[in-house]
């Protein structure tokens, strides 16, 4: 199920300490800005490309208000909003909290990433890039933003993305894979292999956005659970216990039986 970011920020500010609920606040105002859509015509401030600020002096000369001015050939500065994307490992502190509330909460980091990602609305190339170069929790970070952003990606590079983190063996990059983009767009084939992949690492097919639709009737699916289970079977190994649903689902079985125990006089 997809949180809506307005719950998500509420949910996240509220386990902020202070100083990080105005770190967030800074991050997000400076990514609104940098939209591509917040520049008016005749007006209004131009969105940070990230290059050096022209400062008519030559490269390596002394500027106003210190410093020297960016050699030729230095590379261009990432925009705030990056950087704010970037640090919100280090600035996104969680207040103290009860074991209650943080069993419900957010992870601070992913949802303060992800609003900065729906404010900024980068593209397509850009959240590539953000993806290619970052780490572990960032490429996390991205995929989970899928859903949210506004205008979406173009679904080709957004889905090539989700099939390389199918690729990979970290279970928290496979689980955010398949959350509710993955539910929306990406094709039979690679989401059967989606779900595979999870009995494979051990990642909680609970963890599926969109399962029980996408699973029930499906042949295949059916098909390639069973192949799995008898392979584990043969092997002395144990058969994943969310198989049984799962392939219930793609049988049709469990919807049947639902059906006649809600029919039954």
Same mark, same amino acid.
């Given at each position: +199920? ?6 998500? %920020? ?57 410093? @020297? ?65 970052? $780490? ?34 970290? $279970? ?10 993955? @539910? ?31 699973? @029930? ?5 059916? %098909? +390639?659970?069973?192949?799995?289970? %008898? ?35």
């Amino acid at each position: +199920m997809l949180t809506p970011l307005a719950s998500l %920020r509420t949910g996240l500010e509220l386990h902020l300490t202070a100083e990080s609920r105005t770190w967030l606040r800074r991050a997000l105002t400076e990514a609104a800005d940098a939209r591509p859509d917040t520049a008016a015509p005749g007006g209004g401030a131009a969105p940070d490309t990230g290059a050096a600020p022209d400062t008519g002096a030559a490269p390596g000369a002394d500027v106003p208000g210190g410093g @020297a001015a960016p050699r030729a050939g230095a590379a261009p500065r990432l925009p705030r909003w990056e950087l704010h994307f970037v640090t919100a490992g280090r600035k996104c502190h969680p207040a103290p909290r009860t074991s209650d509330t943080a069993a419900a909460a957010p992870d601070p980091v992913d949802a303060a990433r992800v609003l900065i990602l729906h404010a900024a609305a980068p593209d397509t190339d850009t959240l590539s890039r953000l993806y290619t170069r970052g $780490t572990a929790d960032e490429r996390r970070a991205v995929l989970l933003a899928l859903p949210h952003l506004d205008p979406p990606p173009a679904t080709d590079g957004a889905l090539a993305l989700v099939e390389d983190a199918l690729r990979t063996n970290d $279970t928290r990059l496979i689980a955010a894979a398949l959350g509710p983009y993955a @539910a929306a767009h990406l094709r039979a084939h690679q989401w059967r292999q989606g779900v595979l992949k999870c009995l494979f690492t051990g990642v909680p097919l609970a963890v599926v956005a969109g399962l029980e639709h996408r699973a @029930a009737g499906d042949d295949e699916l059916a %098909r +390639m659970l069973t192949d799995y289970a %008898r392979e584990r079977t043969a092997a002395g190994r144990t058969v994943p216990e969310d198989l049984g649903h799962v392939l219930k689902l793609a049988r049709f079985e469990e919807i049947r039986e639902e059906t006649e125990e809600r029919d039954a006089p």
